[in-house]
């Protein structure tokens, strides 16, 4: 967090190198049926036991779209600050493939569900607005597995229609780490929103990611390249760095780049064409006869509107005004809906500023050890906001917490429970401290004279012998004071 | 009893009522007939034997509160019937046995009727002849050189030949009229969204609809109050309430305002055909209707509108025939593309790769604008056509078609001429209203004409009361000699 | 426009059918015929007509988000080209 600069460029031999980045994010809806059929969404399920007669478009079979799915994805469209269409098509894109049973996709081309919209990302040169083209709802392929057999392959269809929402991004990225940036507040806001899991290990969010470079300063885009069903942040970023290193070595080299589909290969860390999918990339859109246009009544999307829950950008002002963090603090504790709950229930009970520091520090530290989602949390937010208490009472020292706080991850106890039985609990009592303090100095008399004689920094050696002593639970603020008092007189 | 095959639904209802015969006699008396007419090649497959448990079982327990009491009845094989093959006609469906019934042939079942057998049809329904099926020709039992018109050839054929009492078909561009009109039968295609599409074949999913094809007006008020109704599984059904066609059947059709519009007077039409169409106007103005002419001016580009849209919906709709789940797959196939491919060409046959062809270029790349985004601005302007008339009027009056039935293979050379004959009946699907196609005479070789009455969105009632009032005053008997048995 | 051998060889292939080389010359000839025809609607001007969509003046219908259907794996199998228990299985696809 020190740069403040942006300065991602792709040096070549004749100049720096711009990357443009733009994303087509397609993010499982969550609902427990499918788009148009009433088969289950669940991940995992034996294959081929999640699929009704429509998923495997059998003769005669006709799609009924499921509501929660087209509520998810207006919910989803304004928390992204976007227009809402109440007027929207579906469309058959139409090729083959093993594992799409009806030759066809249904999804949306001209008039998408969801029109024009911004995410903010904040980056350490400031906060940068990425603009949304659109996003629209399409059904999800069925599975081919290749490496089963040598001379089959075989089909699952339980991923076949469930609904996934295609949001597609203006080509306002530019690096790397703004697609990470991009992708996790996308995230962020579906997760908060319920829209989708969010579980690139399941699927549930993967993107096809177009990129292109130009000279800094073009105002023109240049070719660009997709490369199609990238399902991690690690390889889009590592996918983005080869391309457009490709990319400027071809404009370098005098060549012409091909606007072209690849593929982006993990084992081997580069990006391939796919031309035998380019020969049939004529998908012949045109609206599904089987179903009629969407039309949105205006009260619905006002009553989704309403129920919305707050998102992280507001809640991130928020947390700023009302419980005084810094806008980096807040930043961090908005990032997960499951976080931000945790700490506002810390921060009811506990020192608002305090508990920042604590969550961000040991309690991150610990979740990120053992790989935990805060939701798994061995402590309890009400366990840590007494943990908190007792370091702001000045109950115990911040030292001591942290033994606590390791106490309280193994056992599950309470913090209470813990000083208590274990006589953790800070010396507070002058006149206790007073008389420690007095024995320490009748026992190191010449250190005292020599202190006394201008030896200052003998200080802390004082400090280090109440602390010695006391086991650690010495006060320390009130333990200076006496010292200073003492050593004076 | 005289035999109660050539009698209509209706009054085989009202004897198995007064119990002068049972349903199993009847079926038995259908499936002999069925047996002593395989020359007219209508079926492609039978299932005698369930339909004789059903009809047991009826004669057990008759229950006749329900419109179609103990009735055999055979569907086209477009319609996916529970355990029972469904090939639409095709090769690549060969070996195919949904696992599910069709909300249409359910609703007939739950009104009392079973099934007898599945009938042929045009392969996925594409054809105005019963020539593209895989299955073979189908015969019209009016002469035995002609075809039973399309796609619904099988059912118009085995309704005439009386191996079914009354019968469903589909309508996508005039499937269910035409055929009707060259067999000397009723046929009706509802409102767009009256019936439920679910568990049938789809051909363009736009335009199809299910109908019944009957002998008469009032059986064809039964059948259509048997199969429609609301459907939640068709995101395209219409939620209404359902209508008791038959029993609201009136005669009475004085002040009815009936257009006639004069685009439908093509040119080179015969002159039987004119005739015939001034010889219904006749009769509905005795009836006391009004005729009043109306102009639909864009006419004429529905037929051009229609082979846009109906082969584009048709090659999504086909896509999903890929040799992966079910049906016909390839043995050549050494990879995933070159079995679809193999699949497809082998499994299709020409009129439907014809079709795809011609579906896959109107949407492609560059092509969309010109084609298929036109067509569905011009599908506009006809549907506008009908809605400015409709606006004076209660119903229009047409000709079914520009000629009797014709030859088998006079016309499978050449594609458009072929196309041509659904020149009056495809304006109706591309605007989604009821028509009605009913006998009213025959030509000079004395093969059936019919006229088509056409109505406003959902107004099924009054076409069939002008059909009523109109067979009533027409005269027409359509006399088939049984010469294939 | 008319349409030409090649032409209608990359449409095949979009469509995933293969073309026997012998029937290429009546398929152009026919499919040209039939655009001909098709092609009448280029008389009419229709640059202030709104598309239409669906015949239908209703807005979608939609279902309740429930698990109603599924777990019929069987039934999905049965009519499969290649007996196997758990998958649809299809040649190899050659990328």
């Not at chain 1, 690139?200 to 800094?216: C, I, P, T, Y």
């Not at chain 2, 985004?373 to 000709?399: E, G, H, M, N, Y």
Request: hydrophobic share 35%; charged share 30%; aromatic share 8%.
């Amino acid at each position: 967090m020190s740069k403040e600069k942006f300065d991602y460029f792709i040096k070549g031999e004749k100049g720096k190198y711009e990357v443009v980045i733009g994303l087509e994010v397609h993010a499982q809806v969550l609902s427990k049926s499918k788009l148009f059929s009433g088969s289950s969404t669940k991940f995992g399920a034996d294959p081929n036991n999640q699929v009704s007669l429509i998923d495997s478009a059998f003769p005669g079979m006709l799609p009924v779209i499921n509501e929660e799915c087209v509520k998810q994805a207006i919910r989803t469209g304004l928390g992204l600050n976007a227009k809402i269409n109440n007027y929207s098509v579906f469309d058959r894109k139409n090729y083959f493939y093993a594992d799409l049973p009806q030759g066809y996709q249904i999804s949306q081309y001209k008039n998408p569900i969801v029109g024009e919209g911004k995410v903010l990302l904040d980056m350490p040169y400031g906060s940068k607005e990425i603009g949304i083209e659109r996003l629209h709802l399409e059904q999800d392929a069925g599975k081919s597995i290749h490496d089963m057999d040598p001379s089959n392959t075989y089909v699952d269809l339980n991923r076949s229609g469930i609904a996934l929402m295609e949001i597609v991004s203006k080509p306002d990225l530019r690096s790397p780490d703004e697609v990470n940036a991009y992708i996790k507040k996308l995230r962020s806001i579906m997760r908060y929103l319920g829209t989708c899991d969010g579980n690139m290990q399941e699927g549930s969010l993967r993107a096809d990611v177009n990129v292109s470079v130009r000279k800094e300063g073009d105002t023109n885009f240049g070719t660009r390249c997709e490369i199609k069903n990238v399902n991690s942040i690690k390889f889009m970023q590592m996918a983005i760095e080869y391309e457009a290193a490709r990319q400027v070595e071809l404009i370098e080299n005098g060549e012409k780049i091909d606007q072209e589909t690849r593929l982006f290969d993990t084992k081997k860390n580069e990006t391939r064409s796919m031309r035998s999918k380019e020969d049939a990339h004529d998908y012949r859109y045109f609206p599904d006869p089987d179903l009629l246009p969407l039309k949105l009544e205006q009260k619905l999307i006002n009553d989704l509107k309403k129920s919305l829950p707050e998102l992280p950008d507001k809640k991130k002002e928020r947390f700023v005004k009302e419980y005084g963090l810094n806008a980096y603090e807040a930043n961090v504790l908005v990032s997960e809906k499951e976080i931000s709950d945790y700490y506002e229930e810390v921060a009811k009970l506990s020192d608002k500023k305090l508990a920042a520091t604590w969550m961000m520090g040991d309690l991150f530290a610990m979740l990120n050890d053992r790989g935990l989602d805060i939701s798994k949390s061995p402590i309890s937010a009400k366990h840590f906001a007494e943990l908190v208490q007792a370091i702001k009472s000045g109950e115990i020292s911040g030292r001591i917490a942290k033994e606590v706080f390791e106490i309280m991850v193994e056992s599950g106890d309470n913090p209470k429970k813990i000083i208590e039985s274990k006589g953790m609990k800070q010396q507070s009592d002058p006149k206790e401290l007073e008389k420690m303090i007095n024995e320490i100095l009748s026992k190191n008399k010449d250190k005292v004279d020599q202190y006394k004689a201008g030896k200052e920094k003998l200080f802390g050696f004082f400090v280090g012998q109440v602390m010695k002593l006391s086991g650690g639970k010495a006060n320390p603020q009130l333990t200076n004071e006496i010292l200073k008092k003492l050593l004076k007189g | 009893m005289a035999d109660i095959t050539n009698q209509s639904l209706n009054d085989i209802i009202e004897n198995l009522k007064k119990k002068k015969v049972s349903s199993t006699d009847l079926t038995k008396a259908y499936i002999k007939n069925i047996e002593s007419a395989k020359k007219l090649n209508a079926f492609v497959t039978t299932t005698f034997d369930q339909a004789l448990d059903k009809a047991k079982q009826f004669d057990k327990k008759p229950n006749f509160d329900q419109l179609l009491p103990g009735i055999p009845l055979a569907v086209k094989d477009l319609f996916c019937t529970e355990n029972i093959k469904t090939t639409a006609g095709s090769n690549i469906l060969n070996n195919f046995i949904p696992s599910y019934e069709s909300t249409v042939t359910k609703n007939l079942w739950d009104n009392g009727s079973f099934l007898l057998g599945k009938l042929n049809c045009d392969e996925f329904a594409m054809g105005s002849s019963n020539e593209t099926s895989h299955y073979g020709n189908v015969i019209n039992p009016v002469g035995d050189q002609l075809v039973p018109g399309g796609s619904s050839g099988g059912s118009s054929s085995a309704l005439a030949a009386d191996l079914t009492p009354a019968t469903i078909g589909t309508d996508t561009g005039g499937s269910i009229r035409q055929p009707a009109s060259f067999t000397g039968t009723v046929g009706l295609k509802p409102t767009y969204g009256l019936c439920s599409r679910w568990g049938i074949v789809a051909f363009a999913s736009s335009l199809d609809q299910a109908g019944p094809m009957t002998k008469t007006i009032k059986d064809c008020a039964i059948m259509l109050e048997s199969m429609s109704g609301f459907d939640e599984k068709d995101s395209t059904s219409i939620n209404k309430k359902k209508e008791q066609y038959s029993k609201n059947l009136k005669d009475n059709i004085k002040g009815l305002k009936i257009g006639i519009p004069k685009e439908y007077r093509v040119d080179n039409m015969p002159k039987e055909i004119d005739e015939l169409w001034e010889k219904g106007k006749k009769i509905l103005k005795d009836l006391g209707a009004q005729l009043i002419d109306i102009s639909l001016p864009h006419t004429k580009y529905a037929l051009p509108t229609y082979y846009i849209v109906a082969p584009a919906e048709a090659s999504s709709n086909l896509a999903r025939y890929d040799g992966v789940r079910y049906g016909y797959r390839s043995k050549q196939g050494k990879d995933l593309i070159e079995m679809y491919e193999k699949t497809r060409s082998e499994g299709f046959g020409d009129e439907v790769k014809r079709r795809i062809l011609i579906g896959t270029y109107v949407l492609s790349s560059g092509y969309y604008d010109a084609y298929y985004l036109k067509a569905q601005k011009v599908r506009q302007l006809i549907k506008k056509d009908f809605d400015d008339s409709f606006t004076k009027i209660d119903a229009i009056l047409t000709p079914s078609t520009p000629s009797s039935a014709f030859k088998i293979g006079e016309k499978t050379n050449d594609p458009v001429s072929m196309y041509l004959n659904d020149i009056f009946t495809v304006p109706v699907n591309l605007a989604g209203l009821p028509a009605l196609s009913l006998p009213a005479g025959v030509d000079k070789k004395g093969f059936p004409l019919g006229l088509q009455l056409i109505g406003k969105a959902l107004d099924e009632q009054k076409i069939l009361n002008i059909g009523y009032a109109f067979e009533k005053n027409c005269g027409f008997k359509n006399e088939i000699k049984k010469w294939w048995s | 426009m008319s349409l030409d051998k090649e032409k209608i060889k990359h449409v095949a292939k979009l469509a995933r059918i293969s073309v026997d080389e012998a029937k290429v010359e009546s398929l152009t000839k026919d499919l040209n015929s039939i655009f001909k025809f098709i092609e009448q609607l280029n008389e009419l001007n229709t640059d202030k007509v709104e598309p239409l969509t669906s015949i239908l003046n209703q807005s979608l219908r939609s279902r309740k988000d429930e698990i109603s259907d599924g777990k019929i794996r069987e039934k999905i199998l049965k009519n499969s080209p290649k007996e196997n228990e758990e998958f649809f299985v299809v040649p190899k696809v050659v990328e």
